[in-house]
């Protein structure tokens, strides 16, 4: 990281930044373990360019990702999760146009008692509830534009068919990714939700995007980082750590029921609470994620 930018870092933070470790990145963000002044760890996300030489480099990430909106989006959303008081969740401590600041979590092992844990602070946390589906800030997933409006949705059923799922449709269509017939059978699939979402519930604080790799092990519990938070249907958690294989999943899933038992029929519901996230991967790897999608369509058909 270059010097101007570690300067406006500790401008940011009120601390000088005295080192910028780069650790990777992704969909257009670069991630760096720092070391503050004042003796404290952070992590910082900065969109690509902003450490980097010349306006050309910048103005170019700026068109390249909508990482202004999801450093917000990813504040805003950290923060409404934290105020449950229910998980861990790293603390916010500075945000831009250009970066996203944390303090730091340091990884460490999963294990199963960290694993109960973590189901019931999940449980905790969701029946910490939200005021409507969705949220009162543009939403990022990935990169891509996530629709959190509630405008005119009657429902969970219709939000999610609607904001989650049949935007990403329309994308992976227009990429070539996805067929017509292929948007069809998923819109057939949409028209279903209402009949196989189960028995109707108020909307939970939803991490939205629990996949496994959004939860860090640390101190004998899971912290979520990366959300996409909403209010929603707590099932999507739930089915989101199954899609990539959340470690002692059986171990969560116990612990989570033991708080807030699920309503009959949960396990069949997976594949609709996976639909959304399997269309979002359809869009941004393309192909590679197509038939996995389609097959959980058909899944939704056939319950």
């Known amino acids: 990281m270059e010097l101007s930018a570690r300067s406006a870092l500790g401008e940011l933070l009120g601390t000088e ?6 650790l990777g990145g992704q969909h257009g963000v670069r991630h760096y373990r720092l070391d503050l002044a004042d003796g404290r760890c952070a992590f910082a996300k900065a969109r690509n360019g902003v ?11 700026e068109r390249a990702t909508p990482a202004t909106a999801g450093f917000a989006a ?6 409404w999760l934290a105020e449950a008081d229910a998980t861990g969740v790293p603390l916010v401590l500075a945000h831009n146009d250009d970066c996203l600041v944390m303090a730091w979590i340091e990884a460490g092992q999963p294990s199963r008692d960290a694993a109960a844990r973590f189901g019931r602070e ?9 005021a ?3 949220a009162p800030w543009s939403g990022v997933i990935a990169g891509l534009p996530l629709p959190n409006d509630a405008d005119g949705a009657e429902g969970w059923a219709d939000w999610y068919a609607t904001r989650r799922v ?3 449709a329309r994308i992976g269509r227009d990429a070539g990714t996805l067929s017509a017939t292929d ?3 998923i819109e057939a699939a949409c028209a ?10 108020q909307p939970a604080r939803l991490h939205g995007d629990c996949w496994s790799g959004n939860v860090l092990w640390s101190g004998g519990r899971g912290w979520l980082i990366d959300p996409a938070a909403h209010g929603g249907h707590r099932e999507t958690d739930l089915a989101m750590l199954a899609l990539f294989g959340a470690p002692y999943l059986g171990e969560i899933l116990a612990a989570y029921q033991e708080v807030a038992p699920l309503a009959d029929g949960w396990r069949g519901r997976v594949p609709l609470h996976q639909l959304h996230p399997l269309l979002v991967h359809v869009c941004l790897f393309g192909a590679a994620y197509r038939d996995v999608a389609l097959t959980a369509a058909r899944a939704v058909l056939a319950a």
Do not use: K, M
């Open 17 to 22: 930044v005295t080192e910028a470790q780069y």
């Open 51 to 61: 450490d980097g030489p010349g306006a050309a480099r910048r103005a170019a990430a």
């Open 74 to 79: 990813e504040a805003a959303g950290l923060r």
């Open 122 to 130: 999940l449980a905790g946390l969701h029946g910490a509830g939200a």
């Open 132 to 134: 409507r589906f969705g």
């Open 166 to 168: 049949l935007p990403y």
């Open 183 to 185: 948007v069809t059978l």
């Open 192 to 201: 279903r939700t209402p009949d196989v979402a189960g028995p109707p519930e």
